[in-house]
């Protein structure tokens, strides 16, 4: 069924494209529950130029099978269940630069090695144990030295110009900024760039 599924999702998005002309697939929420079938694998490598997939919420607890695409740059594991030790299995992504691992059940620090040897940039892991372990950040930016981006901040934990956070950010400081703007009409505002003194993890 799984297989019929994912078939018929890349169908309706590829619909009249060669497979080298795809760059693009959202298989989010296509029922795998478990990993991804040797025959899966193999129709997913067809696309040798993709470059953004999804596979959010499609019931993953593994990442054998994963399609080999040297092309691609930003994947989408959010809302599965994969533990750290799968981690592994992303190094033959040797273009990826974004991963998002939301809502996932990464625990341990050492498991993020397996992400070490990518050259990524940002990386989202919002909503897994790890995220609330002390200098959880400090760890994350030592391991994975080309990340620029970590879970919507910067190292420096400023808000990025891509994170989700700066829409709630702008919500925020808009108010403030309407509050005080009879007191303080002269004062400016970077709505791009927001510090953070405290060691919150996000």
Do not use: W
């Not at 790890?130 to 400090?138: D, G, N, S, V, Y």
């Not at 080309?146 to 919500?171: D, M, P, Q, R, Y």
């Amino acid at each position: 069924m799984a297989e019929k599924e994912l078939a018929e999702r890349i169908c309706e998005q590829t619909d009249g494209m060669r497979d080298n002309e795809v760059e693009e697939l959202d298989l989010e929420e296509v029922r795998i529950d478990g990993q991804l079938s040797p025959e899966m694998q193999r129709t997913l490598e067809k696309f040798k130029n993709l470059r953004v997939l999804s596979l959010s919420g499609c019931g993953l607890t593994s990442l054998a099978n994963l399609p080999n695409l040297p092309q691609l740059e930003e994947l989408n594991l959010s809302e599965n269940q994969l533990s750290g030790a799968t981690l592994s299995s992303l190094s033959v992504l040797r273009s990826l630069k974004t991963l998002n691992l939301f809502a996932n059940h990464i625990s341990d620090p050492e498991d993020l090695r397996y992400l070490s040897s990518l050259a990524l940039v940002e990386l989202e892991l919002g909503n897994n144990d790890i995220a609330k372990l002390p200098e959880f950040r400090t760890k994350v930016f030592e391991t994975i030295k080309t990340l620029k981006n970590l879970s919507g901040f910067s190292k420096e934990k400023k808000v990025t110009k891509e994170s989700k956070a700066v829409k709630v950010g702008k919500a925020v400081k808009k108010a403030v900024v309407d509050v005080e703007s009879d007191e303080n009409p002269d004062d400016d505002y970077d709505e791009n760039e927001v510090d953070y003194d405290d060691d919150e993890d996000f």
